[in-house]
């Protein structure tokens, strides 16, 4: 049994509101020497594929602690080769973000986010060269909320999470680019940090799986599954085989296969090493152990379009362990670690 806190729990400190509204900040011209910077991975970070772009693009996390409070959020991108810093000059780092891509508008949208005791109430945008400010009034200051974006209905979704003090919450709420708008406060029970996902051929968001943190002796894991369509929550049957407990599993589509793919994540026993395939009914064990290190992450996978590959980076060995920093790829049959592993 896990007998340490397997992720963070909620921390007091709330930041004040943002007063301005879609405030740009200007993006600097990326100096030479940047062009060599070498990525230090943070612990909670997360991955998406950005269309405009046509490649990786991740947004690192930092430690749990040391890390100064000033330093920037940094998005780096991943060209199969090497990772290139793509940007520095938005907002500051930040851990436990809600990160997706809005392939509708291009941009990359990032809410929330953890600093050690600062949890940052803020919508930020990036749209390939230029970061903008939102007033963050919504959602309101959180961590490890899941969220991604509706391809049919042109709206990310925002579920969970914590955000005063150890209150977790079940929530979902819809971004339009402009405004937040809380949709349900009905449906999965409270929990953080969720698999999220969406599955664009039966156009739903689903949920597997996060904890509660109801006191410190008591931690509720959860092994559930559930659908948004966009108007209502519903509970997916699971039958066996199924995944069982999942804590940070990370979550990818397949559009050769049609199914939503999970990966690795914890559950009350171990940091698992697995993949499951979920095809709209049944969920399939599809690779026992992938031969990488076992690790728990959040939005740590991403499957790049362009070159037709599932790419990970990143994640966690144990509870309060170390960064695993090494960037892993897989052609749905091989997995082959593309950076960053001693061999």
């Known amino acids: 049994m896990l007998t340490s806190t397997p992720l963070p ?4 400190t709330n930041t004040p509101s943002p007063t301005a509204t879609a405030t740009a ?12 910077a070498v990525l230090q991975a943070g612990q909670w970070s997360a991955m998406v594929y950005h269309e405009g772009l ?3 693009v991740l947004v690192n996390g930092g430690p749990e602690r040391g890390k100064p ?7 780096w991108g991943w060209d199969g080769e ?12 930040r851990n436990w973000a809600g990160v997706a891509y809005d392939a ?7 809410h929330g986010g953890l600093q050690q005791e600062r949890r940052f109430d803020e919508t930020w945008e990036w749209d390939g060269q230029t970061w903008s400010l939102h007033d963050g009034s919504g ?10 974006y509706d391809s049919g209905r042109g709206k990310l979704v925002l579920f969970g999470g914590a955000i005063d003090g150890p209150e977790i919450v079940g929530d979902t709420w819809e971004w339009d680019g402009q405004t937040w708008t ?3 406060t009905s449906g999965p029970p409270a929990r953080f940090p969720a698999g999220t996902g969406y599955d664009p051929i039966r156009q739903q968001v689903l949920v597997y799986g996060g904890h509660d943190v109801r006191t410190s002796e008591e931690i509720p894991f959860f092994g559930d599954f559930w659908a948004w369509d966009g108007v209502a929550w519903q509970e997916l049957p699971l039958t066996e085989p199924s995944p069982g407990i999942r804590v940070a599993t990370s979550f990818v589509f397949d559009p050769v296969s049609a199914q939503l793919l999970m990966f690795g994540g914890s559950d009350l026993d171990s940091f698992r090493t697995d993949l499951w395939g979920w095809d709209g009914t049944q969920w399939t064990l599809l690779v026992e152990d992938t031969g990488m290190p076992p690790r728990s992450g959040f939005n740590i996978v991403a499957y790049d379009a362009a070159r037709e590959v599932f790419v990970l980076f990143g994640g966690v060995d144990r509870p309060g362990g170390a960064v695993v920093d090494e960037t892993w790829e897989w052609d749905r049959e091989v997995w082959v670690c593309a950076a960053g592993c001693d061999s």
């Open 54 to 56: 046509g490649q990786i």
């Open 139 to 148: 959602p309101h200051g959180r961590e490890g909320a899941g969220m991604v």
């Open 82 to 93: 090497a990772w290139t810093l793509l940007d520095d000059s938005g907002p500051v780092w």
């Open 9 to 12: 729990t909620a921390l007091p």
């Open 69 to 75: 409070a000033a330093e920037p959020l940094e998005l």
């Open 104 to 110: 509708g508008r291009d941009v990359l949208v990032v």
């Open 182 to 184: 809380q949709v349900a």
């Open 25 to 36: 900040v200007e993006t600097a011209v990326v100096p030479e020497e940047q062009a060599t």
